[in-house]
């Protein structure tokens, strides 16, 4: 399957899950917002136990909400991959006269179907029950806290920090809006990546960010049963070469051998086929589809690979750094990420009434963000994916208007000024009282 059709399956579910994101962070806020409007001690206290009480059930309801009809939708996109991977090899059938049977004549590919569509709607419903966030523990360190412990354990801090006035309303929320969005909703299922996946915290273990996690759950699935299909074409084909797929901004092991034709055992030993860091493993966008020599065309000559890999590897300069056609993809991914989180943001602060100038000021990062991004874009050659950043749950505008913006700039560009003012006078004195010495 190629990238721009991995996108467009898994497209769905991904949204649903940060559309599950949003709600818990959104459900925390209108919590923290309503107890901070209870001034009675004793109502304080009844409100505090409901909150905290219930707050277990309204966790399933959210997730049963995300996850409703999984199967159904797992079960069309896997549809789609049949209609797509298994009927593209029709015509080498039809080339070398053997027969194709139709996937509905075919029980044991349907058995292979069903089977991994069973696993992909069981995964997706597991990532829900293992979410949490990355939260700092207080010594600057983040760890995985699970969601549970989110509701009965900070969202009680706040309320009680609120109580004895140890911060008031806004500050509270401001500071648990940052945490949140800059952890993101997690799952707990550990796994090694190498692949430099942006939902990773390499500092607490490999929690994987819900979304990143629910689209790798089809994409492993998707990839499976690829891998099946020509299998079986293949097999019936009488074939025991393979052509593997290429795509831009390969990871550089990977980068060495797609694009070319192998033998199956050269698929194990020269791709790592069955391992994670290799064909059809970690964030592998790449599989293989069968190749009849004397028949078949090659997709990708041999002159062709090589000029696409001495591109992909001289870098292009952006602000003083330097970027491989790799190091982009994997850049572009983290800016994604960042402008999401910071969507968010905006948003969970407008849900908990905080400052209006927060509001502002976070709009304007957001603003600098998507500037920065689409020059970055431009600047390495590479589509903007905006559909990574959307949430899908946007309550009014994000951006902030032009002319608030150019405001929030010109002051940014003000206050750096003063600092490189401040650090150029200390640079000054300290050379003074050198040479005073």
């Not at 994409?219 to 074939?239: I, M, P, S």
């Not at 797929?245 to 199956?264: C, D, F, I, L, S």
Request: charged share 25%; glycine share 8%; aromatic share 10%.
């Amino acid at each position: 399957m190629d990238e721009s059709y991995q996108n467009a399956l898994a497209a769905g579910i991904e949204a649903k899950y940060r559309a599950l994101e949003m709600s818990i962070m959104d459900d925390i806020i209108r919590r923290i917002r309503k107890a901070g409007t209870i001034t009675d001690a004793a109502d304080w206290q009844i409100q505090r136990l409901i909150i905290l009480g219930n707050s277990t059930q309204d966790i399933e309801d959210l997730v049963r909400k995300a996850v409703n009809g999984n199967e159904d939708e797992v079960r069309r996109l896997y549809a789609e991959v049949i209609e797509k991977e298994y009927t593209r090899d029709r015509s080498l059938y039809e080339q070398i006269g053997k027969e194709f049977i139709p996937y509905e004549l075919n029980p044991e590919l349907q058995q292979i179907t069903d089977a991994l569509v069973q696993q992909s709607s069981e995964e997706l419903y597991n990532i829900t029950r293992s979410t949490g966030f990355m939260l700092e523990n207080g010594s600057g360190r983040k760890v995985f806290t699970p969601l549970a412990d989110v509701y009965n354990g900070y969202l009680d801090d706040a309320i009680t920090g609120m109580a004895e006035g140890a911060y008031d309303y806004n500050t509270l929320v401001r500071r648990l809006v940052s945490q949140m969005t800059a952890s993101g909703l997690r799952t707990d299922h550990a796994f090694s990546d190498g692949g430099g996946d942006y939902g990773v915290d390499y500092a607490s273990g490999w929690h994987n960010r819900v979304d990143v996690a629910a689209r790798r759950a089809l994409l492993t699935g998707f990839g499976q049963l690829t891998q099946h299909v020509t299998d079986l074409n293949a097999q019936r084909l009488g074939t025991n070469y393979f052509e593997v797929t290429w795509h831009a901004g390969a990871r550089p092991e990977h980068a060495a051998w797609q694009g070319k034709v192998y033998t199956k055992e050269q698929l194990t030993t020269k791709c790592g086929l069955g391992t994670g860091p290799g064909l059809l493993g970690w964030n592998c966008r790449h599989t293989y589809y069968p190749f009849i020599p004397g028949v078949s065309e090659r997709l990708y000559t041999d002159e062709w690979l090589k000029e696409q890999n001495a591109r992909e590897a001289t870098p292009r300069r952006f602000r003083g750094k330097e970027y491989t056609a790799y190091e982009a993809t994997q850049k572009q991914r983290q800016m994604e990420t960042a402008m999401r989180a910071r969507r968010e943001q905006v948003q969970l602060l407008r849900t908990g009434g905080a400052d209006k100038e927060d509001i502002t000021i976070a709009q304007c990062k957001y603003q600098a963000q998507l500037e920065q991004y689409r020059s970055f874009s431009a600047a390495m050659g590479l589509e903007e994916q905006m559909e990574r950043v959307y949430s899908g749950r946007t309550k009014g505008r994000i951006s902030p208007s032009p002319q608030v913006y150019a405001q929030w700039q010109a002051e940014q560009i003000a206050k750096a000024q003063e600092r490189a003012e401040k650090r150029r006078r200390a640079d000054q004195d300290a050379a003074q009282r050198g040479g005073s010495t």
